[in-house]
């Protein structure tokens, strides 16, 4: 695929695409319908839900998912999937405190997926900093995104052969986070929230234009909501330092997922003792036992 063959900005211009930058204030009414969509309650001493670490770095730096579309290209409903996120926590997301906000797009790759359809891999990263604390670092998201194509050229490869890691011999299971119904209502206040386009969230055509029956597709950070529901039970609010998951399969409206983890080991980030935490979410309904998400954990 030639630069000419899908629209968007030439690939040099991709890589290293500097967003215009700016401020961000997380509003009270905002987390608060935030968190209710997660499904759990409200977070106490002004703390913000964790996944609000996607939409804020997204829009304080200046730029919306829309954008970010046309930036990359994308080719339709359908062709853009999250492959996964790194979320750093060095300090608690808060309500009401004013934070400088800076990113970039950091990886731009033409690859083939197992079946060998073609698609650009991207990486974006965006800093938060704490305006009222000397632009210390409060947080630092890495989102991978992948844009399928319709066709492909040499250009693009298959992904290395990734090294499969060794299974700690102890762990400690947390208890499981379950949400019976996803609810296509609150993906539609979530769209809000993010300032969305994306039709597959909120527009039953959308879905039943590509063979999925008219069942609304759930937001990824949604999805790693129930995730750090989960272990705020467990560990606190406010206890997650880093999550690194990748998603392997949408959900839908409907569905009945469940979010779990074990602690198999404990590291050093930021210079603290933190445990970490194999966790995944498992969809029960209407797959029993697929793995939707998966990935790891940092918690106190």
């Known amino acids: 695929m ?13 890589l290293g695409y500097r967003f215009p930058g700016g401020r961000y204030t997380i509003a009270h009414w905002e987390n608060f319908l935030l968190t209710d969509c997660t499904t759990a309650e409200q977070l106490p001493d002004g703390l913000a839900h964790p996944v609000a670490l996607f939409h804020v770095p997204i829009l304080g730096s200046g730029i919306n998912i829309a954008r970010l579309f046309e930036v990359c290209g994308a080719e339709g409903p359908g062709s853009v999937g999250l492959d996964g ?12 405190s004013e934070y400088d906000v800076q990113g970039s797009i950091v990886h731009w790759e033409h690859m083939l997926d197992e079946k060998g359809n073609a698609y ?15 632009n210390a670092p409060v947080a630092r998201v890495t989102n991978s995104w992948r844009f399928r194509r319709q066709h492909g050229t040499a250009a693009y490869k298959r992904p290395a052969e990734k090294t499969a890691e ?27 929230i993010l300032r969305d386009p994306y039709r597959v969230h909120w527009d ?26 989960a272990l705020h039970a467990f560990g606190g609010a406010g206890c997650v330092r880093r999550l690194t998951v990748a998603f392997h399969r949408p959900v839908f409206d409907g569905d009945r ?14 210079g603290c003792s933190v445990r970490r935490v194999d966790v995944w979410l498992r969809r029960d309904d209407p797959t029993p036992g697929e793995i939707v998400v998966s990935g790891t954990a940092l918690i106190d």
């Open 85 to 96: 996120y790194d979320w750093e926590y060095f300090s608690r997301l808060r309500v009401d």
């Open 166 to 192: 060794t299974a700690s011999t102890t762990s400690q299971s947390i208890a499981e986070f379950a949400v019976d119904g996803v609810d296509a209502q609150r993906m539609k206040t979530m769209a809000a």
């Open 204 to 229: 039953r055509a959308a879905t039943a234009e590509m063979g999925l029956g008219g069942r609304v597709i759930n937001q990824g950070p949604l999805n790693l909501s129930y995730i750090v529901n």
């Open 120 to 134: 650009d891999a991207m990486k974006f990263a965006i800093e938060l900093r704490d305006v009222a604390n000397g």
């Open 2 to 14: 030639t630069d000419t063959a899908r629209s968007g900005l030439p690939d040099n211009e991709i």
């Open 257 to 270: 997922v469940v979010a779990g983890g074990e602690v198999v080991g404990a590291e050093t980030f930021v």
